[in-house]
């Protein structure tokens, strides 16, 4: 049953906080490499929420600010592919650090980078009730041009593979919401990647 905007509004913290770059592992928290004092945006629901909804605390949670230039694909590689390992992720670690750093790219590509500090979001977690991991980007620009079109990809091999065709392959699911602040305003939108950690690629 689709539950209401004030329901949903009611579980999701409705100010601006600062970025975590930190690990959070269950209930435990790790010291980050370097601490920074960027502002994350947090999501708030539209009335027409097109993000699932998860129910229990994740598994993990890490978030990363990134610099919305040239760099942000590879420093998404090299971020993901580290944490994902350390934190025993089960799913094919190659599979996701390829769908988010496409989803970054994209986002710096065709999106708008956030202000102050020019950047994207990149925010990964472990959802509770499966070992599955959701891959999230953040950037200023509310409206998602094509999103059909990306949605609806077959996964099948046509071509050369590019951008967001990595998703479907992958068997993920894709998705996305605006993002507001904490006085009902919307700054950007959220894309969100859901990748198995069971499938191997064999079907």
Known sequence: MAQSLTERSRELEPTVKPVEQRMEVAGRTAPPEEASPITEPRRINSASTLLPRFEGQPRFRQTWPLKADANSARLTRSHLRTWLTVMRWIGNVDQATRVASHLVENAVRHGTPLQPGNLVFLRVFGLSDS?????????????????????????????????????????????????????????????????????????
């Open 131 to 203: 070992n599955d991991l959701a891959i999230e980007v953040e950037d200023a620009l509310p409206a998602f041009p094509g999103f059909e079109g990306a949605q609806s990809q077959s996964g099948e091999v046509q071509g050369r593979p590019t951008g967001l065709w990595w998703v479907a392959h992958y068997r993920g699911r894709l998705s996305w919401d605006v993002t507001k602040d904490g006085n009902g305003r919307v700054i950007g939108k959220t894309v969100q990647a859901i990748i198995p950690a069971t499938w191997d690629g064999s079907e």
